[in-house]
């Protein structure tokens, strides 16, 4: 059973900077795609960024210059850093995981979710 816990949310002023982490628990033999989502009230789950397992990455054109995904040296961990935080950034962001293998399963998991607020 895999397990994702996620950290970092919070109200922050425009401008300010938050780091969101998350971090994979259980027998995992790789994952393909690290990514984070987000949904504001009343709009769809939209992906903000995501990094492949070679490193590669992409990013929102809103959130490009702005926000930067890291795998960490810890095994199956995945950040989000962000700077320059802007009203519209407000959502709760959540966690994915695809393309996770456990000896010969493949699926994807999400994180519960955590609320980020830009506000003055």
């Known amino acids: 059973q895999v397990q994702l816990a996620e950290s970092g949310g919070g109200v922050v002023q425009p401008g300010g900077s938050l780091r969101l982490s998350c971090a994979a628990s259980?027998?995992?033999?790789?994952?393909?795609?690290m990514a984070w989502y987000r949904q504001a009230p009343g709009k769809q789950r939209d992906l903000v960024a995501a990094?492949?397992?070679?490193?590669?990455?992409d990013y929102a054109d809103s959130v490009k210059g702005r926000f930067t995904i890291s795998r960490g040296n810890a095994k199956n961990t995945v950040y989000l850093q962000m700077n320059s935080l802007k009203p519209e950034d407000t959502a709760v962001y959540y966690c994915?995981?695809?393309?996770?293998?456990?000896?010969?399963?493949?699926?994807?998991?999400w994180g519960q979710g955590t609320q980020v607020t830009v506000s003055s």
């Open positions: 994915y995981l695809g393309g996770v293998r456990i000896v010969q399963n493949v699926r994807e998991y």
């Open positions: 259980g027998s995992i033999d790789s994952i393909a795609t």
């Open positions: 990094i492949a397992r070679v490193g590669t990455t």
